[in-house]
């Protein structure tokens, strides 16, 4: 298990982050660095919700102090 920070490291190198606690089953957290063709300027953090649908995300207190952070397998894929 991961803490946030360490989530955060795992998105850099490219992983999708999902936390162990979360209801939904299959969804992920991931980080989009835009290039020179996104509308978007900044990296931002996107999430795959449990209908499949990519939406922006923003961590809550209870995210970025938990300690259940996995690294995605497989399993963690769109709806």
């Not at 795959?48 to 209870?62: D, H, I, N, T, Y």
């Amino acid at each position: 298990m991961l803490n946030f920070g360490q989530a955060i490291e795992a998105m850099k190198m490219g992983s999708k982050v999902a936390r162990d606690g979360w209801n939904g089953k299959g969804m992920w957290i991931a980080l989009q660095v835009p290039d020179q063709h996104s509308k978007m300027q900044q990296p931002y953090i996107y999430m795959c919700p449990v209908g499949g649908k990519l939406v922006p995300w923003l961590a809550s207190q209870a995210d970025m102090l938990a300690n259940d952070w996995l690294i995605c397998s497989v399993a963690c894929k769109p709806g």
